[in-house]
DNA sequence: GACAGGCATCGACAGATATCGAAACAGGGA
DNA sequence: TCCCTGTTTCGATATCTGTCGATGCCTGTC
């Protein structure tokens, strides 16, 4: 949004983990960072998302099975898009073993957003 | 989004104050939470907005005035828009001082975010 | 090698969103 | 009171997003 370039989700790749943005009281943000970080709140921003965020870290192991979360009300594409998008956007990874697929959260990157929205300062 | 409930931003009226969720790590969020912290974190997924908020939460007090601010390269009706946005949300509140609007961060607010997303549990 | 189950991708559609210019509104000063 | 400046609201439009059914791919099993 906003400015419409189309960049899809220019965050992470895989887990270059995070050089990103200190507390946002240390000073405004660039251009750069503030459209890194948008899309990692953008990737939290939809009910079913975080749902399916919060069921796999809330897992025991902090990672889950796809058939274990999958039952959040809407169709399996639908789930299957949602956790591509959290995957995107560096919030989770994910690992076939065997039959199954895997999420896992990514702590870095999560801990980075906490991190960023710690007002003290 | 997802349920397309025509709730606008159903989070916080004013200032009352987040009774809201535990971190993300102890258990799955109900879909009423899930809908109260995803409209928190969309308020926060536009790279404009996140740069306004920045702006206002660095600038000397935690307040700002918006011709302080409001030159993040849209136009300014775009700004107002945006600075609505996230105070409907509840991450900003704004005052009137003669000519000039201040606003200034929620506090509990995005403390109630940061600790969510803190994996430490 | 054929089949079944789990998951991802594709294509399409409805509803939501960002953005802008124009216009309305509010305060302050002459 | 009138005007000027700063700010918000309104209406229109292009774009994005969430959702689904159908389909394809990978794995393990028979």
């Known amino acids: 949004m ?4 189309v960049v899809e989700l220019p965050v992470l790749d895989a887990d270059a983990v995070v050089p990103c943005c200190p507390p946002i009281t240390a000073g405004e943000l660039s251009p750069a960072d503030a459209e890194r970080m948008a899309a ?3 990737a939290l921003s939809d ?10 870290a809330s897992h025991a192991g902090g990672e889950a099975c796809v058939c ?5 009300g809407v169709s399996q594409p639908t789930v299957s898009h949602h956790l591509k998008k959290l995957k995107d956007a560096g919030l989770l990874t994910s690992e076939r073993r065997g039959t199954w697929v895997y999420y896992q959260v990514a702590p870095s990157v999560v ?3 906490s991190a960023m929205l710690d007002l003290r300062s």
């Not at 009910?47 to 796999?56: D, G, Q, T």
């Open 2 to 5: 906003s400015k419409s370039k």
């Open 40 to 42: 990692m709140f953008k």
């Open 47 to 56: 009910p079913v998302r975080l749902r399916l965020f919060s069921k796999v």
């Open 68 to 72: 274990d979360i999958s039952d959040v």
């Open 111 to 113: 801990a980075a957003m």
